[in-house]
């Protein structure tokens, strides 16, 4: 269904994209936390330094079609150096989980202005197939943050606790689907987007985020495995508002990587 892919392939990479890189650069300043940032829309942090990740997202049930599950698979490269130059990170998405026969590509670029800030722009869903397209490509910029504070930085780990981006965007960002306008919710959203993270007890952020189309909700939490390899989860509520979709759904990702 147009639009619910686009949401649901972002999901699968929407955890990654702090925790592959920010160990990679020494500093005495806070970074970002190593938690999911986002549910549904772009951060300007992004994966470089040769990074190798992979995660997997679902949606039930998916908009306008009753009690089915969605999902995605994606794996994913960065490399670059964001705090010289510029970092890059490509995503490939396997958008039919049963037959492996749609492809698409997510393709953002970062620079990063301290630790504390970044500013981003990409391109999603550039499609790899000759597959029926059921969703178009979308066009983002963003812009991150992270907060200083004595209240807003977590002692023991040096990061801080308080993260948003801002941005704009085109396709997803805005575009209603054909159910959407059938039911009288119009044909367009915001076209701009937001998230906001906070770092509860130093062990999970809660999240929510504006897509340009409706609000969400979730948590995530990422687990260490040894000293070096993250393991993501998020969890959400997609949908909360009127303004798309027929009802709330769960969302959910998983994801890790490592650094070559």
Partial sequence: MKKFKKVCSFLGTAGLLIAGSLDAKASDSFFPNIHGKSL???????????TIYAGASLTTPSPYLDNETDGAYAVGLGIGNPHENLGLQATVLVLNIDQFNRFAMNVHAFRCFGDASAI?????????????????????????????????VNPATGRSKLHF???????RFGDKSEFDIASGKGEHGTYVF???????FNEFNIISDWNGLNLNAGISKTFLLGNNVP????????????????????????GTGFTL
């Fill in 165 to 171: 981006s801002i941005g704009a965007g085109s396709g």
């Fill in 194 to 200: 937001g998230n906001v993270a906070y770092e509860l």
């Fill in 40 to 50: 549904t829309t772009p951060v300007a942090w992004g994966n470089a330094y040769g």
């Fill in 120 to 152: 981003g722009v990409g391109v999603e869903n550039i499609r790899l197939d000759n597959a029926t397209n059921d969703s178009d490509k979308s066009y983002y910029v963003v812009y991150s943050h992270c907060v200083d504070g004595d209240s807003l």
């Fill in 231 to 254: 393991f993501v989860v998020t969890l959400g509520a997609a949908d909360l508002t009127r303004n798309s979709g027929d009802g709330v759904r769960f969302i959910a990702s998983i």
